[in-house]
């Protein structure tokens, strides 16, 4: 029998070749890093309960790992192609997510593994994001831009040839996957030569700034890497003291005792020299893309949960009447946590009101021997009286809004496009090659599997 390696283990050497590459190129990663560690250390001397609900949901060890890239493509055969090396390394789509409403002329989805099995073993996730050239409204400039990205392959011979071994036959060896894990690093890899002019750069950034990051360069360089920490507030409180700037808002909802979806911040992005080339002349310029961002994660929230939050992050925003940042930083904390009262803060609360996803342990066998056999109805029961208790599913994907928000803060967007489309799933599936998972029916199924366990165990006994 051959001798594969895992795809858990391919994804694991990736992320960590990733996470040198990215350090070495900016710096002001390593620092925050290193702010992440102290916090994260902190937090679980100070919070005894918190330190043992990671360790009985398994999420204490992958910590100290990354969380999360994001890149950005031109084309459909790139993000197809990209799918493709993905999978090699046990990553799959995972929910759309429309940016254009916000003013980015992208839309996305998110390569990650799909187990808890497999999360817990490395949770390296890329949020992927397919420029939409459709929506240019300078149609000469579209062609432009449509010709500068058929000219560029963003992934070496090498890294598609085993891509297709793989596929072919079902695996990789030891040999061929220090090799694949090389190669497929060069796709995200920052370029200080631009194959355009800077002309036609600057006019695809009067355009949008994305757009120009997309078109200008000869591949989509990882243009963040997030940590994911305990305590975003006290990161982002102490980023200053270690010489770092952040973005004036933390992203997602206000400071909770029981953390839900997703809470982000951001160092602001560098501005880094480039060199535009237009057939034998070279132009010196510059560009402002790549940053650092930190992620802290919380309950995964079910349909119901997810219209309230954004029902309330809605109502807050309404009532601010203008994107937050410095100017209304204050003002906006305050009124996103008036809002958010209505949002139930006890794990048993959420559990009850069925807002949330969560795992279930048996802590006991009931006190009194029944005949009957124990059926999902009897669930708040059991949790009441103590048989069973819960622990959160952690929400393993993203928000619209935050990144779109993470986006528009780096990229120096103050104000919104005015895209006229509509959400297109259809046609971002067809440019990837295959359907999205819906990432609440992944998180219903991890708690029906950790509730059929329960039963199981209860019904045997």
Request: net charge negative; hydrophobic share 40%; proline share 5%.
């Amino acid at each position: 029998m051959t001798n594969w390696i895992s795809s858990n283990d391919i994804r694991s050497r990736f992320s960590a070749l990733m996470s040198e590459m990215y350090q070495n190129e900016v710096p002001l990663y390593g620092d925050l890093m290193d702010l992440v560690k102290d916090i994260n250390q902190i937090t679980l001397e100070q919070q005894p309960n918190l330190q043992k609900q990671l360790q009985h949901t398994g999420e204490l060890p992958r910590l100290s790992q990354e969380r999360h890239g994001a890149i950005r493509l031109g084309t459909a055969e790139e993000l197809s192609n990209m799918r493709r090396i993905f999978a090699v390394m046990g990553m799959y789509p995972v929910g759309y997510y429309d940016l254009v409403p916000a003013g980015v002329p992208v839309h996305s989805t998110a390569f990650r593994a799909i187990d808890s099995a497999d999360l817990n073993h490395c949770p390296f996730r890329v949020f992927t994001s397919l420029l939409r050239l459709e929506l240019m409204q300078d149609p000469e400039l579209r062609i432009l831009a449509e010709q500068a990205l058929a000219k560029r392959q963003i992934f070496t011979d090498r890294a598609l040839e085993l891509t297709t071994k793989f596929e072919q036959q079902g695996g990789l060896d030891e040999q061929d996957v220090q090799s694949f894990v090389e190669q497929v690093l060069e796709t995200f890899r920052w370029h200080t030569d631009a194959p355009v002019s800077k002309s036609l750069y600057q006019a695809l950034h009067d355009q949008h700034r994305l757009i120009a990051d997309v078109v200008a360069f000869k591949g989509p360089h990882i243009n963040h890497l997030t940590p994911r920490t305990l305590d975003i507030d006290a990161v982002q409180d102490s980023m200053s003291s270690r010489g770092i700037t952040p973005k004036a808002v933390v992203e997602g909802p206000p400071r909770r005792e029981c953390p839900i979806l997703l809470r982000q911040t951001s160092f602001k992005a560098l501005q880094e020299k480039v060199n535009f080339n237009d057939e034998d002349m070279v132009e010196q310029g510059s560009h402002t893309a790549r940053f650092g961002e930190i992620e802290q994660r919380g309950l995964a929230l079910s349909p119901t949960g997810r219209a309230l939050y954004d029902q309330l992050l809605q109502q807050a925003r309404t009532r601010l009447g203008a994107t937050p940042d410095e100017s209304n930083a204050a003002d906006y904390v305050r009124i996103l946590a008036e809002e958010f009262q209505a949002f139930p803060d006890r794990y048993i609360d959420l559990h009850d009101q069925e807002l949330g996803y969560f795992y279930y342990f048996l802590q006991q066998k009931p006190a009194q021997a029944s005949s009957s056999i124990y059926t999902e109805q009897d669930i708040p029961a059991l949790v009441a009286n103590g048989t069973l208790s819960i622990e959160p599913i952690v929400y393993e994907d993203f928000l619209p809004v935050s990144a779109a928000g993470i986006f528009q803060s780096n990229l120096g967007e103050g104000s919104q496009s005015d895209y006229a489309s509509v959400s297109n799933q259809d046609l971002f599936e067809q440019s990837l090659g295959a359907q999205v998972f819906d990432e609440m029916k992944l998180y219903q199924s991890l708690q029906q599997k950790s509730l059929q366990a329960c039963l199981d165990q209860l019904n045997a006994a």
